[in-house]
């Protein structure tokens, strides 16, 4: 069965996905004039004030704070991206595709913080108001942009069986992996404890979750982040040799065979995509809850979530896992390839440091993964069973199941529900961008007009005027 699944993910992304996250990367990059490298200060400075202005905003309509802030949204997509992806997705893409597969990641983000972009501008613009929050995403944006009911019902299942159950097994199987290789603990033990601490946050909801990623999300990212700087100053005699491998492995020039340079294009693709998820179509669920004045300001902050997850932190385990030389060692991969390598760096509080990380990685991911799900189980139903039994599968029985089956089966179950997924997204946005590239003009020209903080109209867009129910 392993090996079925193995075949076919390599049959779509091969020959399928691969080429079509490319070119509507560069599509998206030339239609915006490359708005996530023109813009990176516009996105600095709209995540900085919403975080520095409190992290709700009163909601007139029920007289209480309630609603999510853009900082908040950021987090809990950064919470998602964040994950098993940055440790144990980087290492297996270094010990698959070699050091080449980093410079694919990078080129992956660079390119997909376009595709972020116009997504997460679409799941804000099509919003629909939900009890004391906002709620949305592609299944949103399907059927009220393109008019295709059951389009939307599909993505909305493809969704909630990635991320509410694939990737939660996912997150927790590195977690228990982490905690086995550093303390020697039982990982069925390790995946109940986690699976009760999830559950009590995800039957909070989306607030809970918002505050708890909050906190958590800048706490575990600088401080890995310092980690590594340390690791990077004391070998900094190697940063010119790390930086040669990455490039002369990613065009072939060490193998010097085509079918390896394909596999490690290949193999950073993939684990680029996992990690920050653009145009998978997870990011807009969240990026709708934000309260702001105008789409475009969640479409930057998303994007630059992107640069975060793929050039900030997974390229600290890329250079961490490079600087040890650990990577050629074939018993090594995955999480415990990352902790090996931090160990040979700053000794046996290595494992140990990287067992703690991936604990609040993979955690946040979990309770984010969650609500995307969620997010999609309300767009089919609002009955209060089903998503009761769905907290209960994705927090509680898939987190168990993940603690006890084998990391190949894991991944390569990720990969496939990953590509579903990441197809349907992009026929959707392709559709739709046109409404994003007008929003993007109108933002810029308020912005050139000395407005600090542009407001959209809906009247901008009358031939889909009706269908935005949440912008006065």
Known sequence: MNDLITQVNDAIWGYV??????????????????????????????????????????????????HISSFQAFAVSVATRVGTGNLAGVATAIAVGGPGAVFWMWVIALIGAATAFVESTLGQLFKKRNKDHFIGGPAYYIEKGLHQKWMAYIFAILLTITFGLSYNSIQ????????????????????VVIAALALLIVFG?????????????????????????VVIIMN?????????????????????????????IMI?????????????????????????????????????????????????????????????????????????????EIGVAGPTFIAIA??????????????????????????????????????????????????DMVWNLGDLCMALLTACNLIAIVALGKYVFRLLDDYRTQKRNGIKEPIFHRSLLPEIEDELECWE
């Open 172 to 191: 927790s199987n590195t977690i228990c992996g982490a905690m086995h290789e550093a303390f020697g603990w039982n990982p069925l033990a390790v995946g």
């Open 17 to 66: 996905l691969i080429g079509a996250l490319v070119l509507c990367g560069l599509w998206f990059t030339w239609k915006t004039k490359g708005v996530q490298f023109r813009m990176v200060g516009e996105m600095i400075r709209l995540l900085t004030d919403s975080a520095t202005s409190g992290t709700s905003q009163f909601d007139e309509k029920n007289g209480s704070h309630k």
């Open 358 to 407: 991936i604990l609040l990685f993979a955690f946040s991911s979990i309770i984010g993964n969650y609500y995307y799900g969620e997010a999609n189980i309300r767009f089919m139903t609002s009955n209060s069973t089903v998503i009761t039994i769905y907290r209960i599968c994705s927090g509680g029985v898939m987190v168990i199941f993940g603690a006890m089956v084998s990391l």
């Open 205 to 229: 909801g989306i607030h809970r979750i918002a505050n708890v990623s909050a906190v958590l999300v800048p706490l575990m990212a600088i401080g890995y982040f310092l980690l590594v700087v």
């Open 268 to 344: 950073g693709v993939k684990r680029g995509l996992f990690s920050n998820e653009a145009g998978e179509g997870s990011a807009p669920n969240v990026a709708a809850t934000a309260t702001v004045t105008h789409p475009v300001k969640q479409g930057l902050i998303q994007a630059l979530g992107v640069f975060t997850d793929t050039l900030l932190v997974c390229s600290c385990t890329a250079f961490v896992i490079l600087l040890s030389g650990l990577y050629d060692t074939t018993t090594l991969n995955g999480i415990a390839l990352t902790q090996a390598s931090l160990g040979s």
């Open 236 to 264: 900094i005699h190697l940063i010119p040799h790390v930086l040669k491998a990455i490039i002369t492995d990613a065009f072939g020039m060490r193998q010097g065979a085509g079918g390896m340079l394909g596999a490690t």
